[in-house]
């Protein structure tokens, strides 16, 4: 399992990332944790003959919450995720689902930068982040835009970012209300069968706002506006929860592969939307 | 393109200078270059978790770590953990509960173990399967391992508590 060769750069700063990314176009790639892009390399299936190494590069890293906002540099890893306080006491569902990315080994090393960015439907912080209405922050050699995380995604490691540029943070609106990321997969390390995230308001016993979005049920997550809307004005009760179900299938179109065909993935999908919204609603 | 890059580890202590493509995988440069075999090739696709070390404070698995990645970094391997005159607890506590049939896994399982057990010292039996996950096991069944690491959690506490 021996990667195609390549030139090797760790730039200590932005500049000298852009600079690289520049003179080499395609034939670049950022790395971040690797545990994405290092497998598909070592299966030839990814060759990077310019790679990028962003472990020195500053101000990638870290969390804050202010004023409302949380923010989290792009190199920020999933242990560091699980292992924030100041995060967990004010976007749970960031530990919830980072808890079922793959096991500790590989969460040392996953970042959240490189799990949105990489643009595999697998990944399970892109859905997170639309369920979130999450923004991206790329830098490219024009300065610094942001796109929301429900535009970045165009197919499957198709997304919005340019080659010249770098997503180097994700942020959101602290989220209010109930919350819940349920995942079903066949084994530690796989990928989603179905994962859904969901966040949701209750007041006066009745669900104001719902915000829903599934992972590895088509090219791209799915942010279904018309699976939360089905709840909102309800008791959550069976009939808006099924309604809520019939929109979300809706709006997926999974494939068939190992994890099975696709009237299973459809029946997986329900199921675990259906307990995800339960959840949430109970915490809300 | 044979671009060589200079190379500075340090496992288990000692200090380690070579050129290496960038593209040699540090599993490979343990195993190979420096005769550091402790470590085991199982998968090497990111599953298996014999592979695992320790870097710079977290437990990796070195098939999917680049030397070029790690030129700089501090590496405990199994060899670093402990040896045949002087064992650790980890490697006492799983020989005498039976947590290896094989012994294939098990150094990356007792390297994982005590990584593991120093973030985690009093864990319950659910937090070692679930901190352990990383680590496959083709013979135990699991349950073994999981006692040997709850024991030598428990012994490790005790030892400390007699220190202080």
Redesign the interface.
Known sequence: ????????Y?PTDMDGVLAILAEHGDDARV?AG??SL??M??LRMAEV?H?I?L?DVGGLKGITVEGGTIRLGAMTTQ?EIIGSDTLTAAAPILREASLQI?????R??GTIGGNVANGDPGNDMPGLMQCLDATFHLIGPDGTRYVAARDFYEAAYMTDREDDEVLTAVSFDQPVGGYAYEKQKRK??DYATAAAAVQIVKEGGKCTSASIAMTNLSDTPIYSQEAGAALVGTVVDDAAMDAAVAAMLGDIDPTEDNRGPIEFKRHVASLILRRAIARAWSRA | ???K?HIKLTVNGEAHEFLA???E?LIHTLRERLDITGPHIGC????C?AC?VTMNG????S????V??A?GADLTTIEGIGDPDNLHALQTSFKEHHGLQCGFCTPGMIT?AAK?LEENPNPTEEDVR?????NLCRCTGYQNIVKAILATADELNAAKEAAE
């Open positions: 399992m021996i990667p195609a060769a390549f030139e090797y760790r790395l690797g545990h290092i497998p390399m070592k003959p790679l190494d472990q242990t793959a096991d500790p080994q590989v040392y090393m530690i390390g | 393109m044979s671009n890059m493509e960038p593209r995988l090497e696709t990111t599953h978790g695992t977290k437990s990796v698995k098939c999917t770590v680049f070029a990645q030129n994982r593991f679930f901190g352990m996950a990383g």
